[in-house]
């Protein structure tokens, strides 16, 4: 089991002997990341990144033909909070520099990447992640009985347990409770921000779900099945990359 303190890390390099030699300067820094994969295209970065949800990239800048700059914007738009990034780049290039500095990125390779460097960044990585304002302290909302949430009418209250899962809806969003639902005049990305991420997970573009709630999950057909506490199911059809995300997080 990985230690609590020790971040996620995903290596995202185009060309195979850097990503080797990479990821065995990384070896010798496994009590500080754990390197959950080591992607070689913009779209096996992509799908990973949005599947294991990691602390830090290595991210090369230049992906064949296209960038890790493009990479980021397009994650951007779907995770509220982006990984820390550690960029790795044969070239000392202004304009690349600037984007990077754009990402809050926690440092800046010349490759070959020299060991000391590697390990000051990673140093600063750590420490930005650990005393970073996005690590998740229960508000006191998270922390009180119930939830509050603007609806159409005024508000609604309810209490964690007694919701299984929010949908997207435009710029609005939809509540769905055991015994009822409601549409939030908050989009999903805004209900991110604010939920518990130990409890909600969003799964996709357009879930977010209620994991003290989930009871099954069916790969093959991709749906889930949550169960309330008085026994009571709602059956879930989730998106492939929601399956995925799921099982991977739970």
């Known amino acids: 089991m990985m230690n609590r303190d020790t971040l996620k890390a ?12 990479l990821l065995q300067k990384l070896e010798e820094f496994r009590s500080q ?6 992607c070689d295209s913009y779209d096996a970065a992509l799908k990973s990144i949005l599947l294991h949800r990691p602390d830090l990239l ?4 230049q992906l064949q033909g296209r960038d890790s700059i493009q990479l980021l914007n397009e994650l951007q738009n779907s ?3 982006l990984p820390r990034v550690i960029f790795t780049t044969a070239y000392a290039d202004r304009r690349y520099l600037m984007s990077a500095i754009k990402f809050s990125a926690v440092d800046y390779l010349l490759k070959p990447v020299d060991k000391n460097e590697l390990a000051l960044a990673i140093a600063k990585a750590v420490n930005t992640h650990h ?3 996005n690590t998740h302290h229960p508000s006191p909302e998270s922390q009180s009985d119930k939830l509050s949430f603007r609806t159409v009418n005024g508000k609604i209250f309810v209490k964690q347990n007694d919701i299984a899962y929010f ?6 969003s939809q509540i769905i409770l055991f015994q ?5 005049l908050e989009s999903l990305r805004m209900l991110e921000q604010r939920l518990d991420p130990n409890v909600f997970l969003r799964i996709d573009r357009k879930t977010i779900i209620n994991l003290k709630r989930v009871y099954k999950i069916n790969s ?3 749906q889930c099945t949550l169960k309330a506490e008085d026994g009571s199911e709602l059956i879930l059809d989730i998106s492939k990359s929601g399956t995925e995300t799921l099982l991977n997080n739970i």
């Open 131 to 133: 005393s970073s304002p």
């Open 58 to 61: 290595f991210l090369d800048i």
């Open 79 to 81: 995770m509220h909070t």
């Open 167 to 172: 949908l997207a809806d435009g710029n609005y």
């Open 220 to 222: 093959k057909r991709r």
């Open 180 to 184: 009822d639902n409601d549409v939030l």
């Open 33 to 38: 990341i754990e390197v959950i994969d080591a």
């Open 10 to 21: 995903i290596v995202v390099e185009d060309e195979r002997y850097p990503r080797l030699s």
